[in-house]
């Protein structure tokens, strides 16, 4: 059983920035990718970014350059940093941690999501 704890939402103007924290009550390093995703009022969940456990990183295109996601072995916490905000990134974002393919039992583990509005 995993439980993912996110923290560091809220609100923030356009171009602000914010940083969302993950906390696990895992090992992380065990997982096979580690990632936040995002559902806006009336939309399907997206990934935002993930980072496997080779740390091969992936980003949506809309947060390329903008969003940092990144890992803390030692604390089971993962982070992600996000810059230059726009009132598109408006969304209740969720941390995920995904077992991987090949093990037996429950694949995915979620948050309760943290919610960012950016709006001036």
């Known amino acids: 059983q995993v439980q993912l704890v996110e923290s560091g939402g809220g609100l923030v103007q356009p171009g602000g920035s914010l940083r969302l924290s993950c906390a696990a009550s895992?090992?992380?390093?065990?997982?096979?990718?580690m990632g936040w995703y995002r559902q806006a009022p009336g939309k399907q969940r997206e990934l935002v970014a993930d980072i496997m456990r080779s740390d091969t990183i992936n980003y949506a295109d809309s947060v390329k350059g903008r969003f940092t996601i990144t890992r803390d072995n030692a604390k089971n916490t993962v982070y992600l940093q996000m810059n230059s905000l726009e009132p598109e990134d408006t969304a209740v974002y969720y941390c995920?941690?995904?077992?991987?393919?090949?093990?037996?039992?429950?694949?995915?583990?979620w948050g309760q999501g943290t919610q960012v509005t950016v709006s001036s």
């Open positions: 995920n941690a995904d077992r991987g393919p090949y093990l037996p039992g429950r694949r995915n583990y």
């Open positions: 895992g090992n992380i390093f065990s997982m096979y990718s």
